[in-house]
């Protein structure tokens, strides 16, 4: 029974370059969420996907940054532009109900 | 808005020395509350959810309890492998399922 997977779990870009972290949910889910987390700090709602629909996109900066997830494969946050701020752990949650949410490994972005 | 607050920021154990976390909530509704445990470098793993107040879940050296403010993680005799961050999360009634988490207490346990 596979967990959330997401790739690749360690991302370099230079500034300026685009940057596009997959999220696999767990089997049979319908729900992904993404949360930023820097060191030492708590999770950030980044925005809240189902299939084919953003539910919620509040916690996302406006520029630069989208989300998707589309009918098949998987869900992709990506991030154009990169700047050194957006260096990050970015998590991606799923959820098949109203509940609990499974997280994934996380990428690991760091921006030169 | 939805709020949650932890305390202790850190703590630090001795081996078999038992103590609990707190979880400040405020909430318009409580639809569920999480814990989840981090180790560094990887995801968040999940622990507990707690619907109602009274409610108590367990799980090894672990205890959860729920009350209508607030959560408790009572770790009974930790080991040097319960070291961890602790991270406490609500979800709200009403709308969709959006979870808000606490900034977590970093958990120390010195064999």
């Known amino acids: 029974n596979a967990g959330v997977m997401q790739n690749p779990r360690h991302l370099v870009r230079r500034r300026g370059q685009e940057a596009r972290l997959r999220c696999s949910p767990m089997?049979?889910?319908?729900?992904v969420y993404w949360y930023r987390q820097l060191p030492e700090e708590g999770l950030k709602f980044m925005v809240y996907?189902?299939?084919?629909?953003?539910?919620?996109e509040s916690g996302m900066p406006k520029e630069r940054f989208s989300a998707e997830f589309p009918k098949e494969g998987p869900s992709i946050l990506r991030i154009q532009q990169v700047v050194r701020g957006d260096s990050a752990a970015y998590f991606c949650a799923s959820q098949g109900g109203p509940n609990e949410q499974f997280f994934g490994p996380g990428t690991r972005l760091t921006v030169l | 808005e939805d709020q949650v607050t932890q305390s202790p920021e850190a703590l630090r154990l001795q081996e078999g020395e038992s103590s609990s976390l707190n979880c400040s909530y405020t909430?318009?509704?409580?639809?569920?509350l999480f814990w989840y445990r981090q180790d560094p470098g990887k995801g968040p793993e999940f622990l507990f959810t707690l619907y109602s107040a009274g409610e108590e879940k367990e799980k090894e050296r672990l205890k959860a309890t729920l009350t209508k403010k607030e959560s408790f993680l009572h770790i009974t005799a930790p080991k040097p492998e319960d070291s961890a961050t602790y991270l406490c999360a609500v979800q709200a009634t009403g709308g969709y399922q959006k979870v808000t988490f606490g900034t977590g207490t970093k958990l120390q346990v010195i064999p």
């Open positions: 909430v318009s509704g409580l639809r569920g």
């Open positions: 996907l189902q299939k084919e629909n953003i539910i919620d």
């Open positions: 089997k049979g889910h319908s729900h």
